[in-house]
Each structure stands twice: as structure tokens, then as C-alpha cells.
């Protein structure tokens, strides 16, 4: 019986060890030219209490921004880079109907929007 409450106490432990901690947000997006296309991309960004992560396909390379690095306001939040910056931008209209989130890609080189993607928002537990 001893072990048995010993066993019980350490499985309480550990199954408690394994719940989630925080709430972050999982973006998809796909680029507005590719819509109609067949074999489009979505691209996946991750927002959490800490860090914006992402897989930047263009440098093929796995991203991590500290957040207090992120431009955030009241319904937008950019990350900016030497070259490059992306910004979140929700958009609300008239008539009760749900808000959209779109992304922009803004290139700083040439000064321009590169691309617009279309973008989806789910709130996500976090480990």
C-alpha cells in the first residue's frame, strides 16, 4: 500500500508536469496571388508570449524573434529585419462580419510591398 500511494504521488507529479503553461497563436497564411492555385503554400508563423517564430523559405532557415524585438499595437504587430519586414494587420468591418488578418511582406531595399497573403489565426496551447 505504501508503494502504491509512492507510485500515485510520483504519476500526480509528472502528469501535472505535463500540462500546457500559456496560450500563443498559430497564423497561416497563403500568398493572395496564389490563391486560386492548386499547389499553393501556407505559411506558418507562431506567436507566443515570448517569441514570434517562423520557416523563412526564401533563406530556408528557422526564425525565432523575442518579441520585446516586435513592433505590437492595438490590431497589428510587426517583426522587422535588415531587408525585410512582415507585418500583421487585422481588419474589422462594418456590419458584424468577422475580421481578417492579412499579412504583408515589405522590402526595404526597393522600398515596396513584395507580397499579400491572406491569413488565418488560432489560439494555441502552449508546452
Do not use: W
Request: with cysteine; hydrophobic share 40%.
Amino acid at each position: 500500500m505504501k508503494y502504491l500511494l509512492r507510485f500515485s504521488f510520483f504519476l500526480l507529479i509528472f502528469s501535472s508536469a505535463n500540462g500546457f503553461a500559456d496560450q500563443g497563436v498559430n497564423i497561416s497564411c497563403v500568398n493572395m496571388k496564389n490563391l486560386l492555385d492548386k499547389e499553393y503554400i501556407v505559411h506558418r508563423y507562431k506567436f507566443d508570449v515570448t517569441t514570434f517564430k517562423f520557416f523563412d523559405h526564401d533563406k530556408n532557415l528557422f526564425v525565432k524573434v523575442p518579441n520585446e524585438n516586435l513592433i505590437i499595437r492595438k490590431d497589428f504587430f510587426a517583426a522587422r529585419f535588415s531587408d525585410y519586414e512582415l507585418g500583421f494587420q487585422i481588419n474589422e468591418f462594418e456590419g458584424g462580419k468577422d475580421p481578417i488578418i492579412s499579412m504583408s511582406k515589405y522590402d526595404y531595399i526597393n522600398e515596396k510591398f513584395l507580397d499579400h497573403y491572406l491569413c488565418d489565426a488560432k489560439v494555441a496551447e502552449i508546452n
